[in-house]
């Protein structure tokens, strides 16, 4: 079936905005992950969910940060009054089981976040 | 707190001559450790895991990794690179949780 896709692949906006960066996942995968990739660095976990709850928001960086997986597929990484130091390439993955550090987590492309 | 270091920004390799990646971590216990790679366009795709038994792993595309205990190691090999290898690799390590902690990357170029 098909990977894990994002969009956009790439937003532009300004210092102050708000924006939404959307992930669906393989279908029936029930763990999900967000990551941010800064240049020239290794993706920086955000958060995990497992089905609709977050299990693990402790990467998220400050409270302007927040994200949601409302029906257990597809969540919105949400990112209130957006900062220069926000620009980043955000990259979300999937797994099929409990969610454990076994689990072989697959990554989407990324969407390419730019703040002006 | 758990890391990951890879020594190497950047690593250039003639094709068809062997490779070896360099990661160290630091964690207190067995972490379960991975080895990413990461093409231009395309998104992660791991490579290979270790998480407890043998210490030498195999993995896709002809990409083998050694955990060494006592080094705090887990070098990621190819006896003969090609052209493709050309990429950015991750070392990565989660220590049982759910949060997975990548190293900053090392980056391979190869030469024809």
């Known amino acids: 079936g098909a990977g894990v896709s994002q969009t956009p692949s790439n937003k532009v906006t300004e210092k102050g905005k708000y924006v939404e960066l959307r992930c669906d996942p393989i279908s029936g995968h029930t763990a999900l992950y967000w990551y941010r990739q800064s240049l020239g660095q290794g993706p920086e976990f955000l958060i995990y969910f497992q089905g609709t709850g977050a299990a693990d928001d402790s990467g998220l960086p400050n409270d302007r940060f927040f994200a949601v997986r409302p029906e257990g597929s597809v969540s919105t990484l949400k990112i209130q009054r957006t900062e220069r130091g926000d620009s980043a390439v955000y990259l979300c993955?999937?797994?099929?089981?409990?969610?454990?550090?076994?689990?072989?987590?697959?990554f989407g492309p990324g969407t390419r976040l730019t703040v002006l | 707190a758990q890391s990951v270091t890879q020594p190497d920004i950047h690593i250039t390799v003639s094709e068809g001559a062997s490779l070896e990646l360099r990661c160290n971590y630091s964690y207190g216990a067995t972490p379960y450790l991975f080895w990413y790679v990461q093409s231009p366009g395309q998104g992660l795709q791991l490579l290979l895991k270790?998480?407890?038994?043998?210490?030498l792993v195999q993995g896709i595309k002809g990409f083998e990794a050694e955990f060494k205990r006592s080094q705090s190691s887990f070098n990621l090999r190819k006896p003969s690179v090609h052209w493709s290898d050309a990429a950015e690799y991750f070392c990565?390590?989660?220590?049982?949780?759910?949060?997975?902690?990548f190293g900053a990357g090392t980056r391979l170029f190869v030469k024809a």
């Open positions: 270790y998480f407890s038994g043998d210490t």
């Open positions: 990565a390590v989660s220590t049982g949780g759910f949060k997975t902690i």
């Open positions: 993955a999937s797994s099929s089981l409990a969610g454990g550090p076994t689990d072989t987590q697959y």
